[in-house]
């Protein structure tokens, strides 16, 4: 029996099946990893559009940020003046001085964490580091906002529409206003910063939702409109 085994082995028919063995084995092989290769490239170009949507959507959400950010530079110096007139007293004639005009917000939300590993492949990192580093402004000047809103609901207390004004409720009103300066100032760096980075990665400027509406060229404007992005046909 072990002599025919080895004739069997030694003959054409079983080098024939040894050949077309190892040929199926490469095949197959083959097969697997060609497989193997194609889906990788669909795993990569679906991983690439996500990244290229991620990114489309954050510079135009970082538009709008950009646009806020214009908008509150410009007009800080005039917050800051009437907080000057609300500590010393000398309040303009204008009907409501007192009333604080509204504030544009930021809203921004970074691409997730593999889109902006591929952000950096593609794009470099100076990009991922402002895609993902704006989050830290954004939420640095939401707070800054929200204590000069807190602190400007003090001046009620030196608006003659609420009754006397004492002594005690013009100290109140003179120190929520040097807090507010203080905040002011804090804007003014963050939102520079903002600008700063943005025009890094050429991000422009935008505002699709708030269409017709921008930076005050006077201080007049934002008083006069109540925003301090006041309607283009009254900057």
């Given at each position: 029996m072990f002599r025919a085994t080895r004739q069997w082995f030694g003959s054409d028919r079983a080098r024939h099946s040894v050949r077309l063995f190892f040929f199926e084995l490469v095949v197959v092989t083959l097969g697997?990893?060609?497989?193997?290769?194609?889906?990788?490239?669909?795993?990569?170009?679906?991983?690439?559009?996500?990244?290229?949507?991620?990114r489309v959507r954050a510079r135009h959400e970082l538009e709008r940020v950009h646009m806020v950010a214009d908008e509150w530079i410009a007009a800080v110096p005039c917050l800051?003046?009437?907080?000057?007139?609300?500590?010393?007293?000398?309040?303009?004639?204008?009907?409501?001085?007192?009333?604080?005009?509204?504030?544009?917000?930021?809203?921004?939300?970074?691409p997730d964490d593999e889109a902006l590993f591929l952000v950096e492949r593609h794009y470099g990192p100076r990009e991922k580091s402002v895609l993902m580093g704006l989050t830290t402004n954004v939420g640095n000047a939401r707070t800054v906002t929200a204590k000069i809103v807190d602190n400007w609901g003090q001046f009620a207390l030196i608006?003659?529409?609420?009754?006397?004004?004492?002594?005690?409720?013009?100290a109140q009103?003179?120190?929520?206003?040097?807090?507010?300066?203080?905040?002011?100032r804090s804007a003014s760096i963050i939102y520079d910063d903002e600008?700063?980075?943005?025009?890094?990665?050429?991000?422009?400027?935008?505002?699709?939702?708030?269409g017709g509406f921008g930076p005050a060229r006077s201080c007049a404007a934002i008083w006069k409109s109540g925003r301090l992005d006041p309607p283009l046909t009254m900057r």
């Open positions: 697997v990893l060609i497989a193997q290769w194609v889906q990788g490239l669909a795993q990569d170009r679906t991983a690439r559009s996500h990244m290229e949507n991620e800051d003046r009437r907080m000057t007139e609300i500590m010393s007293g000398r309040l303009p004639q204008e009907p409501g001085p007192l009333v604080r005009p509204s504030f544009p917000n930021e809203v921004y939300s970074p608006d003659p529409a609420n009754g006397p004004v004492t002594a005690a409720d013009r009103a003179r120190v929520a206003a040097a807090d507010i300066k203080a905040q002011l600008r700063q980075r943005l025009r890094t990665i050429g991000v422009g400027v935008s505002d699709d939702e708030a």
